[in-house]
């Protein structure tokens, strides 16, 4: 018989700020956390925007001799996790640490570190490697961490599957508890790639936005017809998810029950999205968390403001939905936050979990020129409240082909 998961906890630290309750109300306000990048390399670049973490301070909370030995990407996850586990107010006897585990997402783990170690191999006579950049620089680093400081002996796993790394580090998550192999899981997702590299990579690729000639902060526009790319970013999102059992017993405060989950493959092409594959995953999630398509009250889109992308949800969502696809609110909170790439889909499960609870859907901000390809209630730059939610759905697309769809709901016990 499988368990009911809740989520306890939940901690960010994010371009639009480092808590959840910042995070949610610069959501709301439409605030963008996309700006011109302070980096000495920026004048290197031709796209150059981005959503950094711009107050955030090392210092406050790791010691010198820590910080020889976490890389950025983990500081932002060990960041994300304490605030989630002090949200929660979890606390673990001994009997039940190899019941706890921690499963992350991340596209590229210490960038920082590997760009260091590139140029010092390849531009000095006599290069000078940090003694620790294997160490700083493995993607799986941050959920190391994170299993260290709560002793958490269960699985410790990262995940690497691109755009939808973080949503599926959670539904895997969720499914060790469903099905009875752990009680108590951190999962969530973390990335640091603003560096010169991979911004130069991703500018080969041609999917970065262009810079708005008005405003740095309008560039990313899911779903209008002048959209031009995505905005990378970067930051981290931690939840405590838990038996339900457990939760009730201690008498935790319950955010959100996590009800559905679905990952699976286009198998169709490397970049390209299809509305197909997105469809399965959809459906898929459904029928895990029992829910018909009209009890979703809100779906946060994955919504990058590629063209080919926006349009693929749009008809994938059309599909499951049929006509009360027309009656859903579906946002795009990339507009704001940009695209955190491994960290994305926890960042933005993060923001639905945000709004069941508050009964209010962020916007799409930047949306002024509708596409009649994408023609649906996009919630245009202007968020909502006092909206009657009882489930919501984030989607994750990634890269590579691979669909990841997560669900809350409000729990009843």
Request: with cysteine.
């Amino acid at each position: 018989m499988s368990r009911r998961v809740v989520i306890t906890g939940l901690g960010i630290v994010s371009p639009l700020g480092s808590s959840p309750g910042q995070f949610f109300s610069s959501l709301m306000r439409g605030r963008s956390g996309i700006k011109r990048l302070k980096k000495d390399f920026v004048e290197q670049l031709s796209i150059r925007i981005a959503a950094a973490v711009e107050d955030f301070n090392p210092a406050a909370h790791f010691s010198k001799i820590q910080l020889t030995g976490i890389e950025r990407f983990s500081q932002f996850a060990l960041v994300a996790a304490e605030q989630a586990v002090q949200d929660a107010q979890l606390t673990l006897i001994e009997s039940e640490y190899s019941r706890a585990g921690v499963y992350m997402g991340s596209c590229l783990g210490g960038a920082g570190t590997l760009e260091d170690g590139y140029i010092e191999v390849f531009k000095r006579d006599n290069p000078r490697i940090k003694p620790l950049s294997v160490l700083l620089s493995m993607n799986n680093a941050a959920a190391s961490h994170l299993s260290i400081k709560y002793h958490l002996q269960g699985p410790n796993i990262t995940y690497s599957t691109a755009c939808a790394s973080s949503a599926i580090a959670l539904g895997e998550a969720y499914r060790q508890i469903k099905h009875g192999y752990t009680e108590v899981m951190l999962a969530g997702g973390s990335e640091a790639m603003l560096t010169l590299g991979a911004m130069k990579a991703w500018e080969a690729l041609r999917t970065l936005a262009h810079e708005d000639p008005t405003d740095p902060g309008a560039s990313c526009k899911p779903f209008s017809r002048d959209r031009s790319g995505l905005v990378l970013g970067e930051g981290a999102a931690v939840l405590v998810l838990e038996d339900a059992e457990r939760a009730v017993q201690r008498g935790a405060k319950i955010y959100a029950e996590l009800a559905g989950y679905d990952c699976s493959s286009d198998s169709s092409h490397i970049t390209k999205p299809d509305s197909a594959g997105q469809t399965r995953t959809i459906l898929n999630a459904l029928r895990d968390a029992k829910l018909a398509p009209q009890n979703i009250g809100y779906i946060n889109a994955h919504g990058t403001a590629t063209y080919a992308g926006d349009i693929e949800e749009t008809l994938a969502i059309k599909q499951v939905f049929g006509a009360h696809a027309y009656n859903i609110p579906v946002s795009s909170t990339k507009s704001m936050h940009g695209h955190l790439m491994g960290a994305t889909g926890a960042v933005e499960f993060m923001a639905a979990v945000l709004a069941l609870q508050h009964q209010s859907i962020p916007p799409t901000i930047n949306l002024h020129q509708a596409d009649p390809e994408c023609d649906l209630d996009y919630v245009p730059n202007q968020g909502r409240t006092g909206v009657p939610l009882e489930a919501v759905m984030s989607n994750s697309f990634a890269f590579g082909g691979t669909n990841a769809v997560l669900i809350a709901r409000r729990f009843v016990a």
